[in-house]
């Protein structure tokens, strides 16, 4: 059984595996990248979908992928800190050089002048060193563990807001355009937001006019917070991050029994805005804006003549005029915009920032001239060993009286 264990760890280390995966998942990020639906964030075709290229970075295929990466790369960190804890404890590989008696030179002098400390029989330079590339594997493993919970755990999604409009994230119809990691949430986010106000041309001094909003949001058993947003810094609210988006139109904005009702309309042409919906009682109904100026004019739309259609029949309506709605009277307050925002909700972002840590440690510890020497004992003519990542060869040439004045050429890691 241990002949079988030892056999599958080969495998899974072996650097053939990993040549064969990383070739995988070259071509798989190639082809996925520049997917028509992903390049331009538009609906992906059924069969598409059907074979979980949807969403291609959170798909089975891609995610296993990297779970077998990642553990190919795990077996190989194992192998590391067996030898890493080895030179730790001063137990010499068998790549170790012999540095053969030459009496009357002492090696431990020899050695001291070149920076190893310790007390003897063993002695260090750099101890720290020996687990350089053992942290810049751990590193890495952990970088992968980040982007595979991002991309399996994560989800996203659009929604959209009208000035003093307020909806739950997780409410039916309201989140759209959603993307979900293999194993993610269901549902949206359990958040109360409220869009304050929204400015679709703001300008400041040295940008080009922009979007920004005042949003204001509430989650379940924390008080409400405000936050100002633009296209530069979105607001993090637990562990879901919200930004102002781009698109941005025209809203019908009505009363009815007191309670408000919010329609966003959708631009069809450059100064008309419409919306079909359906009322409560299942009756079909347009909303029509028709502007003086274009829908984006940053000078305003000018005078808008807002129209009601049942079927052929037009009804336009005057601020405050009232009108049937679902048979009972409904009542416009007003014309207003809406404002598109975007939320992701991501986990394993604590992974990636200290994968990135730990890989950026082990990569100082690197340069580190580290080594690791044993002493032979007093009395004896056995050979002191001397482990060095690098310059091995010039330790070897000054021992032996062939050292030159030359810069100690560095031995690839």
């Known amino acids: ?198 400015d679709p041309y703001v300008r400041q001094a040295g940008y080009k006019a922009d979007r920004r909003s005042v949003l204001a949001w509430r989650a379940e058993g924390l008080p409400a917070q405000q936050a100002t947003l633009d296209r530069a810094a979105g607001v993090s609210v637990g562990d879901v991050e919200i930004f102002q988006a781009i698109p941005t139109g025209l809203s019908v904005n009505f009363a009815q029994r007191e309670v408000r009702h919010t329609v966003h309309l959708r631009e069809a042409g450059p100064r008309l805005a419409t919306a079909e919906i359906t009322d409560p009682t299942g009756v079909a109904l347009t909303w029509q804006v028709e502007t003086e100026h274009d829908l984006d004019a940053a000078s305003g739309t000018g005078a808008m003549r807002v129209s009601l259609w049942h079927g052929p029949t037009r009804q336009d309506l005057a601020l405050g005029a009232t009108f049937t709605f679902g048979g009972d009277e409904a009542r416009l307050l007003g014309v207003t915009r809406w404002a598109g925002f975007t939320y992701d909700r991501s986990h394993g972002m604590a992974l990636v920032l200290a994968g990135f840590l730990l890989v950026l440690l082990g990569s100082a510890l690197l340069v580190l001239p580290s080594g690791v020497a044993r002493l032979a004992r007093p009395g004896e003519s056995a050979d002191t060993y001397v482990y060095v990542r690098q310059g091995g060869e010039a330790l070897r040439a000054a021992w032996v009286g062939q050292a030159t004045s030359a810069p100690v050429r560095k031995e690839p890691t």
């Open 1 to 198: 059984m241990r002949d079988a264990w030892v056999s599958l760890g080969a495998r899974l280390r072996s650097a053939a595996l990993a040549r064969a995966v990383l070739i995988y998942l070259a071509a798989y990020i190639a082809v996925g990248a520049w997917l028509p639906w992903v390049r331009a964030g538009s609906v992906a075709p059924a069969w598409a979908a059907s074979f979980g290229l949807a969403a291609p970075f959170r798909s089975p295929a891609f995610l296993g992928g990297m779970a077998l990466l990642w553990i190919n790369a795990f077996a190989c960190t194992l192998g590391k800190r067996r030898r890493a804890l080895a030179l730790w404890r001063g137990e010499l590989p068998p790549s170790a050089l012999a540095l053969a008696p030459r009496p009357p030179l002492s090696p431990e002098a020899f050695l001291r002048a070149r920076g190893f400390v310790g007390r003897a029989p063993l002695l260090y330079r750099a101890r720290l060193g020996v687990w350089s590339a053992y942290l810049l594997h751990v590193g890495v493993l952990v970088l992968m563990a980040g982007v595979v919970a991002q991309q399996a755990l994560s989800d996203s999604g659009t929604f959209a807001l009208s000035e003093g409009e307020s909806a739950r994230l997780d409410a039916p119809a309201v989140a759209f355009g959603q993307a979900r990691g293999l194993f993610a949430a269901t549902t949206a986010p359990a958040l109360e937001v409220t869009l304050v106000s929204f």
